[in-house]
């Protein structure tokens, strides 16, 4: 028999929550790997973002389980989930919903599109034309959509996981800077090791199917009252000064890199105090270190980025200058 989802009482003293959240940690990754081989730091980095209340972007190639992920983690937290294929045809209205017209009442009633929901995987969203994506930015920023005259309240969950191929360009709409600077993380999702590969061929050899998590005994370890109070930890965990100055100093540095045109604004510097605060309370500690902001840099950062025409035509990438940056930086003991 399972073990009934973990919910916590709604009072959590001091130092609890940051326990509460480790073993929402343990637990969610513990169901989550029975569909999901490999991928643990895209997994973890995920659960972080949950926890830290921001939206995340998946980028691989087609294949690396980046769907499935989102899928698993959704029903490992039991949180309602919806899906949205982007294509050029999708419109906003496909996503917020729209007014249609009741004909046994005689009026207008409001259709809720698929935004209203815990957990939104927005699949290939470069793939849908800069209208729609705009769809997304008031839910994102504000967890509330204007619609019809209306403002309608989202979830307090409400969480997007984004995904897209970083290699394919035909049909694509590239996300403008003003919306991925609303994504907490971009995620890098890349192919699995040899070993773990093997474990993939081998379960889908004994029939494991995608498709059917609950055939796969993926079950919720967390309920939406658990995760939110989870949430609550972040309160409790404690950055020192010296480190809330290495968070500054690290946002402030890619502004002033010659590599860089366009460095990370102040929201960058929130998302990163924000993301480590999470990242701490999973890893069961009331404290933030140096080393959780180095390991956060990256997904926090680099997609907040232009590079300066010289480092494009060098061949550098984002990661590379981000790297330099990161180690031009002093850490503070």
Not at 123 to 131: L, S, T
Not at 149 to 168: D, H, I, K, Y
Request: hydrophobic share 45%; aromatic share 4%; with cysteine.
């Amino acid at each position: 028999m399972n073990a009934p989802p973990f919910s916590p009482p709604p009072a959590l003293d001091g130092g609890h929550a940051v326990r509460v959240a480790h073993a929402i940690r343990e637990g969610v990754l513990t169901e989550v790997r029975k569909a999901v081989v490999g991928q643990d730091e895209p997994l973890e980095l995920m659960l972080c973002g949950l926890v830290a209340g921001g939206h995340i972007l998946l980028e691989g190639v087609p294949g690396v389980a980046k769907t499935l992920m989102a899928k698993a983690l959704s029903r490992s937290v039991g949180a309602e989930f919806k899906r949205i294929q982007f294509t050029p045809d999708l419109m906003p209205a496909d996503i917020l919903g729209t007014s249609v017209f009741d004909l046994k009442s005689q009026t207008f009633v409001l259709a809720r599109g698929p935004i209203f929901t815990d957990l939104l995987l927005a699949d290939e969203i470069n793939r849908a034309p800069a209208k729609t994506q705009s769809a997304l930015l008031e839910a994102m920023q504000e967890r509330a959509v204007s619609l019809e005259g209306r403002n309608l309240q989202l979830s307090p969950m409400f969480t997007v996981f984004a995904t897209q191929n970083p290699v394919e360009s035909e049909g694509t709409y590239p996300l403008p800077e003003a919306q991925l600077d609303r994504f907490l993380l971009k995620i890098d999702v890349g192919y699995p090791a040899p070993e773990e590969e093997d474990a993939i061929l081998a379960s889908v050899h004994r029939g494991f199917d995608a498709g059917d998590l609950a055939k796969a005994g993926v079950n919720a370890a967390v309920t939406k009252d658990g995760l939110l109070a989870a949430r609550a930890a972040l309160s409790e965990v404690n950055v020192e000064p010296p480190v809330l100055g290495y968070i500054r100093k690290l946002v402030s540095a890619t502004r002033a890199s010659p590599n860089i045109r366009l460095g990370a604004g102040p929201r960058a510097g929130v998302h990163l105090l924000l993301a480590s605060k999470a990242l701490a309370a999973l890893r069961g500690r009331d404290f933030v270190t140096p080393d959780d902001v180095r390991f956060l840099a990256g997904p926090v950062l680099r997609h907040r980025l232009l590079l300066s025409p010289d480092a494009e035509l060098d061949g550098a990438t984002p990661t590379d200058v981000l790297r330099e940056v990161v180690q031009g930086v002093e850490v503070p003991r």
